[in-house]
């Protein structure tokens, strides 16, 4: 696959090679059919630093992994107080959109994106005003709280709130274990969110994967979907993925300066 994804060019061979930001741009701007998968790396531009990155989360404290952990968070009052201190701390409160999220925005607001499924609980994309309807967030999000007992959620800022006075605030219904309402090590993802991520990845012409490692499944193989169905894989990251390889294109530029530049010119192919 790879490199035969792109179409060939018949311009005249004396005209320098069109560069493999106009291709992509070019795959953009033959479909309706988008899909785009976000991964953290498109949010620290924002302000939220990422997990894996130089200056990512477990990369600067490694014993932090053991707090996504869902049963050390379940089994340890201790890891359950750490944890909410971080949650209210969190940059996602004070956070905005940057322009990678704005470009995605644009893409949908134009009838070109047929679904935007994203690894981050920051709800940036929505924040960008992409329409809520085709946004597919497969790891939960942090705005809200759900209740490990009886289920019920709470939106996360009455939940904070209570930390001044409850260091692990418990369900005001059931008193059951409260957490954020994402997905921590050792959970499934919910059945209905993968469905519409899966059926996302195989109904499209070009599945776009920015700003993520590609190396968390289920949601990495959503890329082998795409393209057992058809669609061109676009690889926007500043590290190697698993995937480059049988990506029609791959770009490492900075996802702030380059997601925005593409779609723009997607768009204007179309005018």
Not at 12 to 27: C, F, G, I
Not at 92 to 116: K, Q
Not at 229 to 246: F, K, S
Request: hydrophobic content about 40%; overall charge negative.
């Amino acid at each position: 696959m790879g490199e035969q994804c792109v179409n060939e060019t018949t311009e005249d061979p004396s005209m320098p090679p069109p560069s493999r930001h106009t291709e992509v741009a070019a795959l953009l701007g033959q479909t309706d059919r988008v899909t785009v998968l976000t991964g953290a790396g498109i949010s620290t531009d924002s302000g939220i630093p990422d997990f894996r990155g130089p200056r990512g989360v477990w990369t600067v404290n490694p014993a932090a992994a053991a707090m996504f952990d869902i049963d050390t968070y379940m089994a340890d009052v201790n890891v359950r107080r750490e944890v909410w201190l971080m949650r209210r701390a969190h940059p996602a409160w004070t956070a905005s959109p940057n322009a990678a999220h704005y470009a995605l925005t644009e893409l949908d607001r134009a009838g070109r994106l047929r679904a935007l499924v994203t690894q981050n609980v920051d709800g940036l994309h929505q924040a960008a005003g992409i329409d809520p309807r085709r946004v597919i967030e497969v790891h939960g999000t942090i705005h809200w709280v759900v209740c490990m007992s009886c289920g019920l959620r709470t939106a996360s800022p009455e939940v904070l709130a209570r930390l001044d006075e409850e260091s692990d605030p418990h369900c005001l219904e059931c008193g059951g274990i409260q957490k954020a309402d994402t997905i921590s090590f050792g959970q499934r993802l919910k059945p209905e969110v993968l469905e519409a991520a899966v059926e996302a990845a195989e109904d499209c012409d070009v599945f776009v994967a920015v700003g993520t490692s590609l190396t968390v499944h289920p949601v990495a193989g959503l890329c082998d979907l795409a393209l057992e169905c058809g669609a061109r894989l676009i690889v926007i990251n500043a590290d190697p993925t698993p995937y480059d390889g049988v990506a029609a294109a791959v770009l490492r530029e900075p996802i702030g300066e380059i997601l925005p530049e593409i779609v723009k010119e997607s768009l204007a192919r179309r005018t």
